[in-house]
């Protein structure tokens, strides 16, 4: 690990970092085709909704802007001096302004996108063949899975952790770990969002059900 840096240094970076990922692309691309992207699908700002919803090139280029997102916040991390594990601090930054954008009264996607542009900024040569592979399964796969840019994040992070066995592709177990917990995090927290958008199962006692269903 190298030396900390100050703390006002990844405070601008953490700032700056939640910022870019608090701006509402999905939003404003359904916006601009005339749809809420809070009322429609699964009412999340995320490239899939904009995808199934808007276009398919509307939602490609929204997976695109979002990822090219977190991608920007960490090189200007980078360029503020921050590097190897430090880096993971403007990345959270990035996945938690996607969540939680003030622009939209703190409501966002799962994030998926902007990790992928996380994740290219901190390991590029490593993510590489990962990226590939979430792009495919997502735009393949993409009417087949309820989720497919999870399962591509799932698949890609798999591709990830070989590539970072790699002599060539030096990455410390730090900067590992800390994606990882990124990514869990985001799987998590899509699974608490459809469990509340879906909502508690209604129990319907044997003494109400059809007749049919008492056979």
Same mark, same amino acid.
């Given at each position: 690990? !190298? ?38 699908? %699964?009412?999340?700002?995320?490239? %899939?909704?904009?995808?199934? +919803?808007?276009?398919?090139? %509307? ?11 977190? /991608? !920007? ?28 954008? &003030?622009? !939209? ?14 994740? /290219?900024?901190? !390991?590029?040569?490593?993510?590489? &063949? ?15 899975? +309820?989720?497919?840019? /999870? ?46 958008? /879906?909502? &508690? ?7 109400? +059900?059809?007749? +049919?269903?008492?056979?």
């Amino acid at each position: 690990m !190298t030396d900390a840096p100050t703390f006002s240094l990844l405070a601008v970076a953490a700032v700056v970092a939640y910022f870019l990922g608090s701006v509402p692309t999905a939003y404003l691309a359904g916006r601009l085709f005339g749809k809420d992207i809070f009322q429609v699908g %699964t009412r999340q700002a995320g490239a %899939t909704n904009v995808w199934r +919803e808007v276009s398919r090139p %509307t939602g490609v280029w929204v997976f695109l802007i979002d990822s090219a997102k977190g /991608l !920007t916040a960490i090189l200007i991390a980078r360029s503020l001096g921050l590097n190897d594990v430090w880096l993971i601090l403007p990345a959270s930054a990035v996945i938690l302004g996607h969540w939680n954008s &003030p622009f !939209t009264r703190f409501r966002g996607g799962d994030g998926v996108s902007s990790l992928t542009g996380v994740v /290219l900024g901190i !390991t590029p040569f490593a993510a590489l &063949p990962a990226y590939v592979v979430i792009g495919f399964i997502t735009l393949r796969f993409n009417s087949r899975f +309820e989720h497919p840019t /999870l399962w591509g994040a799932s698949i890609g992070y798999l591709v990830y952790l070989v590539s970072t066995l790699s002599p060539l592709v030096p990455v410390s177990p730090e900067v590992v770990f800390g994606i990882t917990g990124l990514g869990i995090a985001i799987l998590l927290h899509s699974m608490v969002y459809h469990r509340r958008r /879906l909502g &508690p199962v209604e129990h319907i006692p044997a003494s109400e +059900e059809p007749s +049919e269903h008492r056979r």
